[in-house]
């Protein structure tokens, strides 16, 4: 293993997949790309493994994991799927979507990893590195974003080695992620109905197309990584909706409002939803005391964007 406090990095080659298969075998944490943000990734079906995700997080107890698979077979071993569930499956697998599903009774996870819900949230990531990396291995991973508990996405590999320290002995470093946002999650209830628990890359629009309207019902907890009120915080005060800045605040702009770094100065959401997190790391890193973000489209992928600032925002 790697000497304490160090982290290894590893080139997203057969030699440096290699050896993150052989840390994540031996119940220790790698960080991983996705198409989304950075994972880090620990063997799911083994308690120990996945209690090191929630001591290097900081990350509270009551708040579960997302298990990445590497196909259909290995998810369907995992969790209960039904006809809505195999439609999305069948749109967007692999991809940016998670799904919130009944846990089977014989699923061998780690208890920790569904916070003790008798649901699972289960993804098909699509990145090439994280696949490869899947199909070396014998077993699903448990991969929330890599970094503190409450803190800003990683979308690079220096992102998430800032924000663990060495507390996480290796990362695969393949450079910046495309989407920058995680990923979906939907709750697939018993009766046919869904929730839409998380915002991501896949609309609800996109969502709303395969499966009619959104039911409006939740369980009252905590289903989902990405529902507590305060998360991807940048360490600094948030202020939304900015058309005007004060001294002592950098401001993430977009379209005609340029601030100190615009996230799309031709206004398109997704480039910048890809470039959100790496805003929030600059600002964060900035001499700057607080942080003025210009108002953002409350539509499609915007809605991600929205639900992710307000939670930074939060007090």
Not at 61 to 77: D, R, Y
Not at 83 to 106: C, H, I, Q, S, Y
Not at 202 to 221: C, F, H, M, N
């Amino acid at each position: 293993m790697a000497r304490k406090n160090v982290t290894e990095q590893l080139q997203p080659n057969d030699a440096g997949l290699a050896r993150a298969a052989e840390i994540l075998v031996s119940g220790h944490l790698v960080a991983v790309p996705t198409e989304t943000v950075y994972g880090l990734a620990a063997r799911a079906d083994a308690a120990e493994a996945v209690a090191r995700i929630y001591a290097a997080k900081g990350r509270p107890s009551f708040n579960p994991l997302i298990v990445h698979v590497k196909n259909l077979t290995q998810a369907e071993m995992l969790a209960r799927f039904d006809a809505n569930a195999r439609k999305l499956v069948e749109r967007f697998w692999p991809g940016p979507l998670t799904m919130v599903l009944p846990l089977r009774d014989d699923a061998g996870l780690a208890p920790a990893v569904s916070a003790g819900l008798p649901t699972i949230a289960l993804r098909q990531p699509a990145h090439p590195t994280m696949r490869a990396l899947l199909d070396q291995l014998d077993f699903p991973l448990a991969a929330p974003s890599a970094n503190r508990s409450e803190a800003v996405s990683p979308t690079k590999p220096e992102h998430a080695m800032a924000s663990l320290g060495g507390r996480c002995p290796a990362v695969v470093c393949d450079g910046a992620t495309d989407a920058g946002l995680e990923s979906t999650i939907v709750a697939l209830r018993d009766n046919g109905a869904w929730s839409l628990l998380r915002p991501g890359p896949i609309t609800k629009e996109q969502l709303e197309a395969e499966l009619g309207p959104e039911a409006k019902t939740t369980s009252g907890k905590v289903e989902s990584p990405g529902q507590l009120a305060k998360h991807y915080s940048p360490g600094k005060p948030v202020r939304l909706n900015a058309l005007q800045v004060a001294q002592d605040e950098f401001w993430i702009g977009f379209g005609e409002v340029e601030g100190d770094y615009n996230l799309s100065p031709i206004s398109d959401l997704n480039n910048a939803a890809a470039r959100l997190y790496g805003a929030l790391h600059l600002a964060g890193a900035s001499e700057k005391a607080c942080i003025a973000v210009a108002p953002i489209p409350d539509e499609g992928i915007g809605q991600a964007i929205n639900d992710r600032l307000s939670r930074a925002a939060a007090k």
